[in-house]
């Protein structure tokens, strides 16, 4: 038995009934662990789990020196930034060649998927016991996974307080990648904010690096690998949304001040200069 990001749907019979056996597998990767944490606790169940690796990320505080970090529970914006900054903080230790402005580069990266990513649990998810984040480095390869797992309400519920042409999860969340889509208030005292650029950005990232994800919400699974994408339908289904990416460091092409201008902020910058010669 190895559970990795490639292969999770084949193992969402393990969330369901009540189940507390999660057996010992030989391979487990981050996504598996930060699921059982949050079904867990959803639950209030004791879990039976023979695999190491995912106990200790169950039960490790966070120590700066390892490739892993611990599974840490994100309930309001206010926990993000130590969150983010813990699993940044790990990650990059463990890329001691990189020049310093690749290491900045690196950073920058890192840190704006995770604190986004993050953030749409805290703003979007309405769980009950917030969500749960984690990554994990691997040195034969060199490249990082980050998971977030919630046990909330998922994405079609969302969407729908601000959109009527999506009807199903699957469809939510080919929603949601779109850039500037999101169901809060993009306004925030009289300006505009940074509303809905998570889910796109991520995209944008691991298109560029060459990198890969996992959507999960409620009964739909999307998954984007190399350059394409499949779909499963899920029964039984999660109850509420997983996230999981792995990047790869030695794919990076693009400081990230690039990428902002010409991914994020394109549109906006040329609105200002339209604006500007009316």
Same mark, same amino acid.
């Given at each position: 038995m190895r559970?990795?990001?490639?292969?999770?749907? $084949?193992?969402?019979?393990?969330?369901?009934?009540?189940?507390?056996?999660?057996?010992?597998? @030989?391979?487990?990767e981050?996504?598996?662990?930060?699921?059982?944490?949050?079904?867990?606790n959803?639950?209030?169940l004791t879990?039976n789990?023979?695999n *190491?690796?995912?106990?200790?990320m169950?039960?490790? $505080?966070?120590?700066?020196?390892?490739?892993?970090s611990?599974?840490?529970?994100i309930?309001?914006?206010?926990?993000?930034?130590?969150?983010?900054?813990?699993?940044t903080?790990i990650?990059l230790?463990?890329?001691?060649e990189?020049?310093?402005?690749?290491q900045?580069?690196?950073?920058?990266?890192l840190?704006?998927?995770?604190?986004?990513?993050?953030?749409?649990?805290a703003?979007?998810?309405?769980?009950?016991?917030?969500?749960?984040?984690m990554?994990?480095?691997?040195?034969?390869?060199?490249?990082?996974?980050?998971v977030?797992a919630?046990?909330?309400?998922?994405?079609?519920?969302?969407?729908?307080?601000?959109?009527d042409?999506?009807d199903? $999860?699957?469809?939510?969340?080919?929603?949601a990648?779109?850039? *500037?889509?999101?169901s809060?208030?993009?306004?925030?005292?009289?300006a505009?904010?940074?509303? *809905?650029?998570?889910?796109?950005?991520?995209?944008?990232i691991?298109?560029?690096?060459?990198g890969?994800?996992?959507?999960?919400?409620?009964?739909?699974?999307?998954?984007?690998s190399? *350059?394409?994408?499949?779909t499963?339908?899920?029964?039984?289904?999660?109850n509420?949304?997983?996230?999981a990416?792995?990047?790869?460091? @030695?794919?990076?092409?693009?400081?990230?001040?690039?990428?902002?201008?010409?991914?994020?902020?394109?549109?906006?910058?040329?609105?200002?200069d $339209?604006?500007?010669?009316v």
């Open positions: 559970v990795t990001i490639d292969n999770i749907g $084949e193992y969402l019979h393990l969330f369901s009934e009540k189940n507390t056996d999660f057996g010992s597998p @030989a391979w487990a981050p996504i598996f662990a930060a699921m059982i944490r949050a079904y867990q959803h639950e209030k879990i789990i023979g *190491g690796y995912i106990r200790n169950i039960l490790s $505080e966070y120590q700066s020196h390892k490739s892993y611990p599974i840490e529970c309930f309001q914006r206010a926990d993000v930034d130590k969150i983010a900054n813990h699993i903080q990650m230790k463990n890329f001691h990189l020049s310093p402005k690749d900045k580069d690196l950073r920058d990266y840190q704006y998927l995770f604190t986004e990513l993050m953030n749409n649990v703003d979007h998810s309405h769980s009950s016991v917030g969500g749960y984040a990554a994990q480095y691997f040195p034969s390869n060199r490249k990082i996974q980050f977030v919630d046990r909330g309400v998922g994405f079609l519920r969302n969407l729908l307080l601000n959109f042409d999506v199903n $999860e699957l469809a939510a969340i080919i929603k990648l779109q850039k *500037g889509i999101t809060t208030e993009a306004v925030m005292y009289g505009h904010k940074n509303a *809905g650029f998570g889910l796109y950005a991520m995209y944008e691991l298109n560029m690096t060459g890969k994800f996992v959507i999960i919400s409620n009964d739909a699974l999307l998954r984007y190399n *350059g394409s994408y499949s499963e339908t899920l029964s039984p289904p999660w509420g949304v997983v996230v990416f792995e990047f790869e460091e @030695a794919n990076i092409n693009y400081d990230m001040d690039y990428f902002r201008k010409n991914y994020l902020w394109k549109e906006a910058l040329e609105e200002e $339209e604006d500007f010669y």
